[in-house]
């Protein structure tokens, strides 16, 4: 079954700085992966997805995917304290779309 | 505006009580999910939905069921809650592979 693992579980950044998420997982079929960011007391949103090998930049966000050594990472750059909130990554099931397997999260504060 | 409403937002039940939770969306979107999120766990999927009457269980669903009988609209069912099953519940639909989550239901078994 996929297990997705992230790291660090907590993460503070000064204002302007650079945060660097990290996932794992485990199934060497997963091909489409994508970062959720969640603030308080709201519903998880979409970030942004990546499905190809490299990386993948939009604005402050870049997305890293190396499908070989099952990882992928979100890098913020210019952090805000709106980037303050709890990511995630998702995972798909194999080639499955509908269905993925969520991480267990990063907390990102942003100290201004 | 697309839109993924959940009701009620909080709810305090017994155990043994049953509990209903009901999730709408706008989008006419066929897949929806039904999610529990703990602290450290992430989200897990209880139930996923295709569309009306298409239902499928997802890693956790002791405990649950469902009602998807229009496509707009999922419903969680809880017969005879449990403490263990105090958490935040999620829907969400989707397109194809993103997913549009609404604000959540906390829900507390005492």
């Known amino acids: 079954q996929q297990k997705v693992q992230q790291s660090p579980e907590s993460l503070i950044v000064p204002e302007g700085g650079m945060a660097s998420l990290n996932c794992t997982f485990s199934?060497?079929?997963?091909?489409y992966f994508w970062w959720y960011r969640q603030h308080s007391g709201e519903g998880p949103k979409a970030l942004m997805s990546i499905f190809s090998n490299g990386d993948k930049k939009e604005g402050r966000f870049t997305a890293h995917l190396n499908k070989a050594s099952l990882h992928v990472s979100l890098h913020i750059k210019d952090s805000q304290p709106s980037d303050s909130a709890l990511y995630f990554c998702a995972v798909s099931r194999g080639s499955n779309t509908n269905k993925v397997v969520f991480g267990t999260g990063t907390r990102l504060q942003v100290l201004p | 505006d697309m839109k993924v409403t959940q009701m009620p937002r909080y709810l305090i039940k017994r155990m043994g009580e049953n509990v209903l939770l009901e999730c709408g969306q706008d989008?006419?979107?066929?897949?929806m999910y039904w999610y529990r999120q703990d602290p450290g766990l992430g989200l897990q999927l209880i139930y996923i939905s295709y569309d009306v009457d298409s239902n499928s269980e997802g890693d956790i669903p002791k405990g649950y069921r469902v009602s998807r009988k229009k496509r707009e609209h999922f419903s969680l069912i809880l017969d005879s809650a449990k403490t263990n099953q105090t958490s935040v519940y999620f829907c969400a639909s989707s397109p194809l592979a993103e997913q549009f989550f609404g604000p959540g239901t906390r829900l507390t078994v005492l």
């Open positions: 199934d060497r079929n997963s091909q």
């Open positions: 989008m006419s979107h066929e897949t």
